[in-house]
């Protein structure tokens, strides 16, 4: 799970990285566009000019990949520590550093890099000799045509097999939703430098009106290119699609909590391990003997299969349980007998069953042939799909432990009174807690809230990456424009002034990224919670305020993106600016 769950993240990282390499080499490919004409009018050919830039490429690539080797190892023990804080402690042990990892670690660094500067090379190759004697050499751009109809063609392929695994009956559901949704991206990304224009207009359409003709000048240089623009975008835009649809998967999962236990859940207290482990039976023999306690319900759940697949299979009473928690029978009864099970509805679909077939369960002992006594409408609360005896679970090799024990006030009890007394059962058992329906509700969805922290601080990283890419770029853009800035200076621009155009440039770029990716990332979440839907993800929740509230942190990461590039370019020299060729 871990090794599975990290290498998301870092694939993730890896896609963000590409952006901004390949926006640095174009930057300073475009830069010495008059030095390679030159190149290639000396004799040099279309290859030399290709394999020099990746050669180049390849000894940046070794040294990234030996800081990140290095740094990877200090965040490594980070994110051990980050892991136990939220509850998912990997051991006591050291760091392992073997040396497959360190051969991948070289291997996928030099690739990605080269990979990423390949399309800036074969730009650079495409320089004709003759340009050696213009003044300007516009480097060769691939028609903005070609960007729309790939990009729109890779889009309407990740959306048309995003929807063949949302709504077609097919066992590939996960990979066609896995593999739409990358097309989607790519497509997206594609598509970046067609939508970059239109959106930046509108973003920065209140510029000159609030800042004059500094707001103009911002505008009109995020619009100057608009493949850079996007490419720098496009960063930021994949780091918070995710972090949007996992906002929105982490608030369905919330809100569907809510609902169920709301709907579902009847007891009045709910007693359960805080570690999630079995307790003794002596706990529920005990509560049943309260002042006040009405019905007690014992659940208990055991790993095992179910037709051949891995499950998690449920024993309790059914009548008992059914005045703890809304046990909804469509088909048949509740009566277990010595060999019954009932089965959820999503199941009995599945397998096609009905009421008086067989179905082979499998638990530690070995295997048993239940009969299906009773068909229940799918309910998370029960937390399976097979619900067995306790008898059944007992045969099959099954110690007598409870899970969770529900318990119903009878009419009139005091529930202060009727609390301190089932606390006084499990004052011995640390980990055993009591609570009523509101800290239930509370404990279920504070895993929940656990991960989603952590895949935050993990995503953090993607969007780091991404404002190091706006950094980079504004830096080099500035460079770019040398004498341009200096000519700026020389009719009265300040430097304060000069500042202000390049900070509101980064944030009309920031803001791009931020509102492809949350649109991205509401339509991700969506098509994800309704894949989820039939495993209890039952209510979509679109967190407004959050997704708000990342629109505006993106444009605080464009004002703190823009200070050392501006700050660089506000101390250049005026005289040797203007001289810059």
Request: no cysteine; net charge negative.
């Amino acid at each position: 799970f871990f090794t599975t769950f990290l290498l998301v993240f870092a694939a993730v990282s890896l896609f963000v990285g590409t952006f901004l390499i390949l926006n640095t080499f174009s930057i300073l490919v475009a830069q010495r566009s008059q030095e390679i004409a030159l190149y290639r009018a000396l004799g040099a050919g279309r290859r030399q000019v290709t394999r020099s830039v990746l050669t180049e490429a390849f000894v940046v690539g070794l040294l990234g990949a030996t800081l990140g080797l290095v740094l990877g190892l200090g965040v490594a023990q980070l994110l051990k520590v980050a892991f136990a804080a939220f509850g998912l402690d990997i051991g006591p042990g050291g760091l392992v550093l073997e040396p497959r990892t360190v051969a991948i670690a070289y291997l996928v660094g030099v690739a990605v890099t080269v990979a990423a500067a390949y399309i800036p090379a074969r730009r650079a190759a495409r320089v004709p000799p003759v340009a050696a004697m213009r003044d300007e050499v516009a480097l060769p751009q691939a028609p903005r045509s070609l960007h729309a109809g790939l990009g729109g063609a890779l889009a309407v392929a990740g959306a048309v097999a995003l929807g063949a695994g949302l709504f077609l009956d097919t066992s590939l559901r996960a990979e066609l939703v896995g593999a739409g949704i990358t097309a989607v991206f790519l497509g997206i990304a594609l598509l970046a430098p067609v939508l970059a224009g239109p959106l930046v207009r509108v973003i920065a359409a209140g510029y000159p009106r609030m800042f004059g003709t500094v707001g103009r000048l911002a505008r009109e240089n995020a619009l100057r290119n608009p493949r850079r623009t996007a490419a720098t975008a496009s960063a930021l835009m994949i780091g918070l699609a995710l972090v949007s649809a996992m906002a929105v998967i982490g608030e369905s999962t919330n809100e569907s909590i809510d609902v169920a236990l709301e709907d579902d859940l009847t007891a009045d207290f709910v007693i359960s391990n805080a570690v999630g482990q079995p307790f003794s039976t002596n706990v529920a023999a005990e509560v049943a003997a309260v002042d006040g306690v009405a019905e007690v319900a014992q659940v208990r759940w055991q790993a095992g299969q179910v037709a051949g697949d891995d499950a998690n299979i449920a024993a309790l009473d059914p009548p008992a349980f059914s005045k703890a928690v809304r046990l909804d029978v469509t088909d048949g009864d509740t009566d277990l007998g010595s060999s019954g099970t009932l089965v959820s509805t999503a199941l009995a679909e599945r397998e096609q069953l009905v009421v008086g077939d067989r179905l082979t369960v499998t638990l530690p002992a070995g295997d048993r042939e239940l009969d299906v006594a009773g068909i229940f409408a799918d309910n998370p609360v029960v937390g399976s799909d097979v619900v067995i005896g306790f008898g059944v679970l007992e045969a099959g090799g099954v110690s007598p432990a409870d899970s969770f024990v529900y318990v119903v006030q009878g009419p009139g009890a005091d529930p202060a009174r009727t609390r301190s007394s089932l606390e006084e059962i499990t004052a011995g058992l640390p980990t055993v807690t009591v609570k009523d329906q509101d800290a239930f509700d509370e404990e279920q969805r504070a895993p929940v809230n656990r991960l989603l922290s952590l895949v935050y601080a993990l995503l953090g990283l993607a969007v780091l990456i991404a404002v190091l890419g706006i950094v980079n770029t504004l830096a080099l853009s500035m460079m770019e424009r040398t004498r341009e800035v200096g000519l700026l200076r020389a009719v009265g621009m300040s430097r304060p002034q000069l500042r202000a155009m390049v900070r509101w440039e980064s944030v009309a770029i920031a803001v791009l990224g931020a509102v492809l990716g949350i649109v991205l990332g509401v339509v991700f979440g969506v098509a994800l919670q309704s894949a989820l839907s039939g495993e209890g993800l039952q209510v979509l929740a679109i967190p407004w305020a959050r997704l708000a509230g990342f629109v505006m942190l993106a444009a605080l990461v464009g004002v703190l993106a823009a200070v050392w590039p501006a700050r660089r370019a506000a101390k250049l020299d005026v005289l040797r600016a203007i001289t810059t060729e």
